[in-house]
């Protein structure tokens, strides 16, 4: 019988060929090289911590022959089980379940539930990818939003176009299955190598690619979509159980079972739910500015004599503080760092400006951006006014009204060097940036209760101390930063439904319940399952 080990922490130096991953494996092993059979890097991450002395670290599943012997293996390196079983299928007859939403949540439910037998129907407001990059570029290009066809709303949901990392915080077994699933529709386009990629990113131009390979799996097994379909309410029974839902111009759906996951701008159906008493609550999110750096400044950082190796992508980096304001301590972090990147506007509504960040797979722009944020307690919306289910919304809503109000309109965003910023000073001039529709140099402390300016000032200080060159110049900050999370979480059961709406299951990041693609992925899996197990 083959056996397979998983081997820890195998370093490699930049100036060492991979040849050596296969002789350090057998070193761990204690065996000799003859005896290692096919070997697969598991994960590669980079080890950037003593600049000039940069290395890889590699996990490595290897096999060994039959007939070699193991004395007791070192701490660190187990044996790998085989692959578990399938799942069993679903036996129940049922109407098909709907999926409110084509972003990764709604996506992996219905992948989950097909690897059950059970064909759902999926909704989108949007369309499909293709048509979709088309208004995707037109809004880059002269600020002319579609507001059922953007950065959020379409195909792959919000994720599509906005990075493609897959790096997460969960520990959760199924995000192996979220990154391997990208891995095996994007086969064609080399996304093979995300499975070891210490911090997966496919990328804004090859991710639309992969998820277009999933919606034709699903379509080629017998699941439903249907685009530019919005959906305005939901059908209930006499008992106030979910049947379907109403779609705007007046179709129906029905169905026993609907999964709710609408994105984290989904805020027709927020509304909806506060109207109706089903369950809505504001949650804690956090705001700011995009900050933007030269890449080569970000590469020399973080890298030191080493940057611009070959065998060095563009550099990332990931900051946190924890300065305590007005007798509160707030968690201040870059967010959605995206080297090689550009910011790009992500409204979906008329006359509110916001922005994020996204690389294509090369991560070849000259700029770095990241979100530089402050947490947002619900506390903080009732201050200025705000109540009720919809109060962190309606908070967003008015610091992006107010953006869209300082860049002059047409997506022109308001903007400021970051040592001007931290003076208190006007910028008389702006460096270059990559974003598109233009910049407009406006004070940004204008914008945002003083809590927000006092937060980042402290943690941008902060910074400098841990990345050397960070506080430069060339630092730009561009508004707003506004969705790094839903405002409003949907209510839900251990069942995995509605507390108020029996039968409608809220998931994914705009229900409050995932940050980002992995999380709503897995979400979604989850989701699926535990209808797949109702129905078992």
Known sequence: MTVRYRIPNIPLWLDEPDDRIRTRAAEALGVSQSKLGELVVVRRSLDARKKGHIRHLLVVDVQLAEDTKVGPLPPGIIEVADDPMPLPPVTRSHQRPLIVGAGPAGLFAALGLLERGVRSILIDRGKEVVPRRKDVAQLMRDGSLQTESNMNFGEGGAGAYTDGKLSTRIGHP?????????????????????????????????????????????????????????????????????????????????????????????????????????????????????????????????????????????????????????????????????????????????????????????????????????????????????????????????????????GGGGYVAPAMRLGDYLKGVASRDLPASSYRPGLKAVDLRSLFPPFIHQGLSEAVRGFERKMRGFLTEEALLVGIESRTSSPVRLSRADNLQSTAVPGLYPCGEGAGYAGGIVSSGVDGLKVAETIAGELS
């Open 174 to 406: 199924a995000v192996r299955k979220v990154v391997e699933t990208f891995a095996r529709y994007g086969e064609a386009y080399g996304l093979s190598r995300i499975l070891s990629e210490g911090k997966p990113h496919v990328g804004s131009d090859l991710l639309p690619c992969a998820v277009e390979g999933l919606r034709r799996h699903l379509l080629a097994q017998g699941c439903e979509i249907h685009w530019d379909s919005r959906v305005e309410d939901l059908l209930l029974d006499s008992q106030g159980h979910c049947r379907g839902v109403a779609l705007a111009g007046g179709a129906t759906l029905e169905s026993d079972r609907v999964i709710l996951a609408p994105g984290n701008s989904g805020r027709e159906l927020f509304e909806l739910f506060a109207l109706r008493g089903w369950g809505a609550a504001p949650k804690p999110f956090a705001v700011g500015f995009r900050v933007e750096h030269p890449q080569a400044l970000i590469d020399e950082i973080q890298y030191g004599p080493q940057a611009g190796h070959p065998k060095l992508s563009a550099a990332d980096y990931k900051l946190a503080e924890n300065p305590k304001i007005e007798g509160t301590v707030r968690g201040v972090f870059s967010f959605c760092m995206c080297p090689g990147g550009i910011v790009v506007p992500t409204p979906t509504e008329p006359e509110m400006q916001c922005t994020n960040g996204m690389s294509n797979s090369h991560r070849s722009s000259r700029w770095a951006n990241a979100g530089l944020v402050v947490s947002v307690q619900v506390d903080d919306y009732a201050r200025e006014g705000f109540a009720g289910p919809l109060a962190g919304l309606e908070w967003q809503r008015k610091w992006e009204r107010e953006a869209y109000r300082l």
